[in-house]
């Protein structure tokens, strides 16, 4: 579904959950083979409105749309480790921007979506100064909070948002002059600017900056004795997040018959894109891409034919999402790669914590039988691997367990 | 040579508890200084004392002749105060160069920290800083797969490459085999004179071997500060460790023949979480 722009994040999640040694060597040799993919689904897009009806075409808009904001928030939730509950209030923020700016003064193609971007972009900038002071659920509630006051903002400024009713009468896009009056060019004109967004976020995850990031999610304590100030690049991220946000919000409302309403900046929009985020694979950024559309298609693609129970079968993939797929849609693609086995110059790492808990009956761990100690639940993993590893003597003062028992030789003197 | 670090009366309470109480401490610009004494003496806080992570209740502290009593951690790393964590905290799922790259990345060549531009330097930097600590083979290998030695010298490339004027090593040498502490001794006598180190080690052996000037701390306060012979002579340092433990004559005129014979404090841990039996074993011998 989504342009897969990150071949090599399949790669780093393998690692990441597998706590298998995957050679970056062996990862820049797969990624012709995930680069041909993302051009093939790229390809593949382009061409849907030649083939495809107009109503299913402005639905795979919305699903790219969503795709977005749902990638925008893996930025914020798989990369940076701040899981938001108020994401959506930078969509509605921007889609609110474009639509006022397309209404009130130009819909000359780039222009509302700059906006959208701008001013989506300062209010998490505003609001993530705030928000990444805080962490786990205090980061939560902040973020919901923020959500639920730009809707509230949204419903009663009614003179400018047009209230509950929504922001109606958005104009076509204009294209060199020429509103985008055809399902399929506004399809191409979303399908581009997704595109850019999606690599915009890709080359960042990348990038020094995205390891940066991954650091602080990993252990902020150490990226702060490395001399990162985790503060920084966590609003460096909660902006970037929020001004891609706003690019999907800008995309929604340039949509034909756009109609804007609170409900798009709201708690169910944005719980709707963590949602996308869980089922995908968060970290992933593809899998997020995947996710948001499994959401839109049950939602409002088969939605109607299920008697408005849509949302209840999304409670149901979630469920079996969370419990069955331990990374998400991503996630498969991962255990596919472990089953053809970690290369053999790499020693296998002992199982961590999470695998503990829910073994993978189809891919045995050959590490299960050789590691020396059991796991025991209080210790972090990197000792207990340690150990699994090194047999050496145990040096004092460390609080492990001492574990001479395993090389009696060593302490006869 | 001029102090690098200069510690006054720099103290630390928790409640009616003084961690650390009044230490001044002077570590000369190249040096290789070493805290050591027994545990709760303190060693540990003030180190974080030392490194930002904690702040002080009372005293100064001066690096490098300005005084960064009030700065962060962060603030503290980009002035080269560089640490080596007593737990290793490397990022297990990355590899070993992407380890050193992160900091690497801090360190050099800020400018490019938003696009995925090939980074040459931060590369060759991560590549000389694995061969330095013998880690060059290892480096495309994920840190889950590296033994515990090998995470050790991985720590301390990752510390070498925030380019420290100041290096802090806590208990760099724990949990490794005779063999790997004595590279680990190796690898640190050989860095260049530029870098000053202060350790906190419990294996006496590393120390010596290490330490031009070694700290004694005891409950908080600072009990002697002199070289290896001063220390391993003085009757008050050997009170203090006796009087942590059961055990008999600590810095004897011989070295320990083994590790089983170390400090008193791995016999106190071994006694609790060793097998009954070899635990008998080991401190009988």
């Known amino acids: 579904m989504s342009v897969d722009p990150a071949p090599s994040t399949v790669d780093e999640t393998a690692a990441r959950t597998s706590g298998t040694a995957t050679p970056t060597g062996s990862a820049r040799r797969r990624v012709p083979l995930a680069g041909l993919i993302a051009l093939a689904v790229l390809i593949l897009l382009a061409a849907v409105p030649l083939f495809v009806a107009p109503f299913q075409t402005s639905m795979l808009a919305r699903m790219l749309i969503f795709a977005l904001l749902a990638v925008s928030l893996d930025l914020l939730v798989g990369i940076t480790g701040l899981p938001s509950l108020g994401h959506a209030a930078y969509f509605g923020i921007g889609a609110y921007t474009a639509g006022l700016v397309a209404k009130y003064w130009t819909a000359a193609a780039p222009i509302p979506l700059i906006a959208a971007v701008v001013v989506a972009a300062f209010a998490a900038v505003a609001t993530g100064w705030l928000a990444v002071r805080s962490h786990g659920v205090f980061f939560l509630m902040l973020t919901l909070a923020i959500g639920e006051l730009i809707q509230q903002l949204a419903e009663s400024w009614s003179g400018v948002t047009g209230g509950d009713n929504g922001l109606s009468g958005i104009p076509a896009v204009e294209v060199a002059g020429e509103p985008l009056s055809l399902v399929g060019y506004v399809y191409w004109y979303v399908l581009f600017f997704a595109v850019l967004g999606f690599t915009v976020i890709w080359a960042v995850s990348r990038s020094p900056f995205g390891a940066a990031l991954r650091g602080i999610r990993d252990n902020e304590p150490r990226m702060r004795s490395l001399g990162y100030s985790p503060f920084r690049y966590k609003l460096a991220g909660f902006t970037l997040a929020g001004a891609i946000a706003g690019l999907a919000g800008g995309l929604f409302a340039s949509q034909q018959f756009a109609l804007v309403t609170p409900a798009d900046l709201g708690f169910t929009t944005s719980a709707l894109a963590l949602l996308a985020v869980a089922v995908g694979g968060a970290g992933s950024l593809w899998g997020p891409a995947i996710g948001a559309a499994v959401v839109v298609l049950i939602r409002d693609v088969y939605g109607p034919d299920l008697d408005g129970h849509g949302t209840l079968v999304l409670g149901i993939v979630f469920i079996v999402a969370v419990y069955s797929l331990r990374n998400g849609l991503a996630g498969l693609t991962t255990t596919r790669f472990r089953r053809r086995g970690p290369p053999a110059d790499a020693a296998p790492a002992p199982p961590r914590d999470n695998e503990a808990t829910t073994p993978d009956p189809t891919t045995p761990d050959p590490t299960q039988a050789t590691s020396a100690v059991p796991p025991t639940g209080g210790l972090p993993a990197n000792r207990q691997e340690g150990h699994g590893v090194d047999q050496g003597s145990k040096g004092p003062g460390t609080d492990d367990p001492p574990r001479h028992a395993d090389d009696p030789g060593e302490r006869r003197s | ?285």
């Open chain 2, 1 to 285: 040579m001029s102090a690098l670090l200069e510690l006054r009366g720099v103290g630390r309470s928790f409640g009616a508890l003084k961690a650390v109480d009044g230490v001044d401490l002077d570590v000369e610009s190249g040096a290789r200084h070493a805290l050591i004494g027994p545990n709760g003496a303190g060693k540990s806080t003030l180190f974080r004392l030392i490194s930002g992570e904690m702040a002080v209740t009372a005293g100064t502290v001066t690096l490098s002749g300005d005084e960064v009593t009030k700065l962060s951690q962060v603030r503290r790393a980009r002035r080269g105060l560089a640490q080596t964590m007593q737990h290793s905290s490397l990022f297990l799922t990355q590899t070993a160069a992407q380890n050193v790259a992160l900091a690497a990345q801090r360190h050099r060549g800020s400018a490019r920290w938003l696009l995925p531009r090939r980074q040459r330097d931060v590369d060759s930097r991560v590549t000389e800083l694995l061969a330095a600590v013998g880690l060059l083979e290892r480096g495309e290998v994920a840190v889950s797969a590296l033994s515990h030695g090998e995470r050790r010298q991985l720590e301390i490339a990752v510390a070498l490459a925030c380019e420290p004027r100041l290096l802090l090593m806590d208990e760099p040498a724990a949990g490794m085999s005779p063999a790997e502490s004595g590279r680990l001794t190796e690898l640190v006598l050989a860095l260049p004179r530029e870098i000053t180190v202060v350790i906190v080690e419990h294996d006496l052996d590393v120390v010596f071997a290490l330490a031009e000037r070694v700290t004694v701390l005891h409950l908080g306060q600072v009990l002697l500060t002199g070289s290896p012979d001063e220390v391993r002579e003085s009757v008050a340092v050997q009170e203090a460790y006796l009087g942590s433990s059961n055990r008999g004559e600590l810095f004897g005129p011989t070295s320990r023949p083994d590790p089983s014979e170390g400090h008193p404090v791995s016999n106190l841990l071994a006694e609790g979480a060793l097998h009954s039996d070899e635990a008998d074993g080991g401190t009988r011998s």
